[in-house]
């Protein structure tokens, strides 16, 4: 099998995920963690998206991981979500894990994405 190493241009995947928190580029991030194109960006977590409304110029799609599985949506997050994509982008809600890998996937193609991660 050829393997490939993956030129991430300078962008911020996602190393690794788990207790409460993730590892970009080699540094720890405890609690919620977004991503845009620009690098990371500092967001409470759920249900709001104002780092995000505020960029939304910047990325076509937002994932925004939920947690460990699927849940029902916060109070508050659907009016988000429109406000959003009203901008433009599109959001996918997932489990986190799937967000995480997904967003590495769509960077390593070059694709102008974003992520909001809820640890797990």
Not at 26 to 55: I, K, S, T
């Amino acid at each position: 099998m050829r393997v490939n190493d993956v030129n991430f241009d300078g962008r911020y995947p996602v190393d690794s995920y788990g207790a409460g928190g993730f590892r970009v580029l080699g540094e720890v991030h405890l609690g919620p963690l977004g991503l845009v194109p620009e690098g990371l960006v500092a967001w409470d977590g759920l249900p709001g998206l104002q780092p995000f409304l505020e960029r939304a110029g910047s990325f076509d799609v937002l994932l925004v991981g939920f947690g460990e599985g699927m849940k029902a949506l916060p109070e508050g997050f659907a009016a988000a979500r429109d406000e959003l994509e009203a901008l433009g982008p599109g959001v996918e809600v997932m489990a986190t894990p799937a967000a995480c890998r997904t967003y590495n996937v769509l960077l390593g193609e070059g694709r102008r994405v974003a992520a909001a991660l809820m640890p797990i």
